[in-house]
């Protein structure tokens, strides 16, 4: 039944606690409104999005009753709980009758073992959700072969490349079945793009221009050049990597947004080990698109050469324990699960080949009684539940996952509720009873895992919490948000006084289609600050989340100071069991321009706050960040 307008009139001139002085609402206007008119292109208002969710959760057979529906839109529009991003920017869209479950997972990972599996991984990104994908088996691509590939444009072209997400992903198979097959001799594609709208049409839907043909082009011409390199011998995890890296790259369209993304090495691969070690020479600009992990099922797996690079640049790598992934749930508990094979990008949800995880978080700081925290999980539970019974696109992810059923159910905001650690446990275990019920009750197969907690980036903003399990990076500090120049918030942004200036590329030079919004912003004191924490005391409060909660993983980034990394390792060999993933960053000095985050003092927050007036916070008007789905170049993010 869908929210009847008695229950939403009292909410549509209610402000929501948005966090950080305004920041929230700003990032929810950016990343989640939807048009509402397109003659004006208005776009939506909290309580509209929450409308369009709940009831399109109903669509999807959440089975929530009538009560259920109308708490769980009071919850998320007083910022206690909120499903996931991809659910939060679709449910309640067509794109859910046209995608199925595609459209509302967050993440996914992939066995790289043939050509498929690239543009698998390339279909996947471009519908809005970040991979995992291995690079430990390169050999099962086979030998690379001399292949031509050439964009000719001609009427009799092999291949005429669609204005369309599938069509982007197609062509990439053409020009890897150029190289990769049984056939000894040279093989020859010809493309013909006259369909892509060249750079700078107008995507309907998008308040932005195309990017044209062109950066599909230039990144198959990349990909191929990394063929033509291998040309007679297997592929190199390194050049896997690559390949993976600029399918990323090509997603970007345009440096505007990055693709989340994850890759799975072994720990003596020397030269997958030193693939982001910048201090080491000079890089391909693209793999600064992945995040690197080692995959390991024990501590001994670890060579020296994993701590020496974080003793170099700091950020090579993080570790990816397998066999606790396989072995456990929450630590102790023995859930064996054999079919995991690898992680979701920010490696929170261990997955099998093909599998996707749906998201979806708790506030913990704004739940106030231990009542209200089984409430809302099982609430969020039902939504998450009816989005894993969902079909999917291509078989062997739909088979998987109506298998599985994996869920995620995070909490964030944990170093600011601590005194509400010990309330989770039991929600755990009354979520887990009500599982097997509710599972019998539908016919579902109970879920895999249920829990998680993840890194929490764009919701926590929302909310104004620290992001899942990590401390606050400062008490008071500025945090940097990329937007594109021809968004309307940007405008507004500037003109509440907020400082803006271009995004620095890679290379030092200024982008000239996006820019950097910078935010004051504040934690509430008594906060749990990485600056007061120890690593250990980091990595204790990880496996405390992972004993009581998680059942998944808990996706944490370590900041550490040189002189902790021998403690680091000690504390690693006497907990391995409980350690599921994890990576480092040193507290400082990491050597980052325009870093996401980056400290001030109390009396400099003020002092830029007085220049912030909040009266013209984003009128609710202007061009909107919606996409257009059927154009490859509008591809969603990560939301």
């Known amino acids: 039944m869908a929210l009847s307008e008695d229950f939403l009139n009292p909410y549509k001139d209610k402000t929501p606690p948005w966090g950080f002085r305004g920041l929230g609402y700003v990032v929810y206007k950016r990343t989640y409104a939807r048009i509402v008119d397109e003659t004006s292109n208005t776009t939506e208002e909290w309580w509209q999005t929450l409308q369009r969710v709940v009831d399109g959760a109903e669509f999807i057979g959440a089975g929530l009753t009538e009560e259920e529906s109308e708490r769980l ?21 067509e794109n859910v009758s046209r995608l199925g479950g595609d459209s509302l997972n967050n993440c996914w990972f992939v066995d790289m073992h043939r050509p498929e599996d690239f543009a698998w991984m390339f279909d996947r990104l471009m519908l809005g959700g970040g991979v995992g994908f291995s690079v430990t088996n390169p050999e099962a691509l ?37 190289y990769l097959g049984d056939q000894d001799d040279p093989r020859c594609l010809s493309y013909n793009t006259s369909l892509i709208r060249p750079a700078g049409a107008p995507i309907k839907t998008f308040g932005g221009t195309a990017s044209g043909p062109g950066i599909l082009i230039e990144g198959i011409d990349k990909i191929t050049g990394v063929l033509n390199g291998a040309v007679g011998r297997h592929l190199t995890s390194v050049e896997v990597l690559d390949i993976g890296n600029i399918i990323g790259s090509i997603v970007v369209a345009g440096n505007v947004r990055r693709s989340a993304e994850i890759s799975l090495g072994l720990p003596d691969d020397t030269d997958f080990l030193n693939a982001k070690r910048w201090d080491l020479g000079t890089l391909p600009m693209h793999r600064a698109m992945s995040n690197n992990s080692v995959v390991v099922s024990s501590m001994d797996d670890l060579p020296e050469q994993f701590w020496d690079g974080y003793r170099g640049n700091g950020e090579p790598y993080g570790m990816f324990n397998l066999n606790a992934s396989r072995m456990f749930g929450r630590t102790g508990e023995i859930q064996i699960d054999k079919s995991i094979v690898g992680t979701n990008p920010c490696a929170e949800i261990p997955l099998a080949n093909r599998e996707s995880c749906n998201l979806a978080e708790i506030f913990l700081p704004n739940i106030s009684s231990e009542e209200e925290l089984r409430d809302v999980a099982r609430l ?60 019998d009750i539908r016919g579902w197969p109970e879920s895999k895992r249920l829990t998680t907690v993840k890194p929490s ?25 990329r937007m594109s120049v021809g968004d309307p918030l940007l405008q507004y942004c500037a003109g509440m006084g907020y400082h803006v200036e271009p995004v620095l590329n890679l290379d030092g030079t200024e982008s000239t289609n996006s820019k950097v919004v910078e935010f004051p912003c504040e934690f509430p004191e008594g906060t749990l600050m990485a600056s007061d924490t120890s690593a250990i005391q980091q990595l204790e409060l ?48 990491h050597g980052f ?12 927050y003020h002092a830029l706050m007085e220049k912030v007036s909040h009266e013209r916070l984003v009128p609710n008007g202007g061009e909107s960040l919606l996409l257009d789905e059927e154009c490859a170049t509008g591809a969603c993010p990560i939301r």
């Not at 050439?150 to 020009?175: C, F, M, T």
């Not at 909660?549 to 100071?561: E, G, Q």
Request: aromatic share 10%; hydrophobic share 40%; charged share 25%.
């Open 380 to 439: 969020l539970y039902k939504v998450q539940k009816a989005v894993a019974a969902l079909p999917y696109l291509d078989r062997e992810s739909d088979e998987i996952t109506s298998k599985n059923m994996r869920l995620g159910l995070g909490v964030t905001g944990v170093t600011q509720a601590l005194d509400k650690v010990s309330w989770l446990a039991a929600a755990y275990d009354a979520l887990y009873a009500f599982d097997k019920k509710w599972s």
């Open 457 to 481: 980036g764009t919701l926590s903003l929302l909310a104004g919490v620290t992001p899942g399990v990590h401390p606050g990076f400062s008490r008071f500090h500025i945090r940097r948000v």
């Open 73 to 93: 839109f009071d919850y998320m529009f007083n910022l206690k709980a909120c499903v996931g991003g991809r659910m939060l920017w679709q449910l309640g869209t």
């Open 142 to 178: 086979g030998v690379v072969r001399q292949g031509i590939v050439e964009h000719n444009n001609a009427p009799d072209a092999d291949y005429i490349i669609p204005d369309k997400r599938e069509g982007w992903s197609q062509a990439l198979v053409h020009a890897l079945r150029t």
């Open 542 to 589: 990880q496996c405390t989340m992972q004993t009581v909660w998680a059942d998944n993983a808990v996706s944490v980034t370590i900041y550490f100071k040189p002189e902790e990394l021998d403690d680091v390792r000690e504390f690693l060999k006497g907990h391995w069991d409980g350690m599921k993933s994890v990576s480092f960053l040193p507290l400082s000095e």
């Open 593 to 604: 321009a325009q870093a996401p985050l980056e400290e001030i003092k109390e009396e400099d």
